[in-house]
């Protein structure tokens, strides 16, 4: 009897937890676990235009990759509506570096491990309050070792760098604590 007492108490929390909002009286703003605080009376779209790959050193799938995360961050954390033109928020930019570089050095002084990072220029435009614009850089990075290719890699780095990037643009955008 105590087991299933507990139960219900724990997922009558859980469920009142995942309905968290708070109305301030002339707004509503939603307050979810992922940070994410916007006045969806104000804003309800967002346009995203494809950030094309611009680095000297290009990786063919990469572009795509990151369009279809950063679409899809918004999309799952978000109640946005994503328009293609005339959006409330509106999102580009352009890849502006993909590259690698020798990070450690081994005892017998040879690069014992590479880094490798991605650079994504992202202008962001608040139609509902200029005052939120910003053009900026975000960049992540991932190290692996020498003695693996980067063929046998990249894809898995450049996933992880992909969502770091999008959550950096993410927190820059959608999260106003």
Known sequence: MR??????VCMASVLLLSACKLNLGLFESSYTFNGASINYDEVKTIQINEFPNRSPYV????ASMFNN???DKFANNTRLSQVKRNG?????????????????????????QTELSITVNVRFTNNKNHKEDFERQFTASQ???TTQSLNSVQEELVTQMITDICDQIFNATAVNW
Do not use: C, F
Request: glycine share 10%.
């Open 143 to 145: 190290s692996y070792e």
């Open 88 to 112: 409330d928020w509106k999102l580009e930019g352009e890849i502006t570096r993909y590259d690698q570089r020798n990070k450690g050095v081994s005892s017998e002084g040879y690069s014992a």
């Open 69 to 71: 995360e950063l679409r």
């Open 59 to 62: 990786w063919g799938p990469m």
């Open 3 to 8: 087991n299933k007492l507990t139960i219900i």
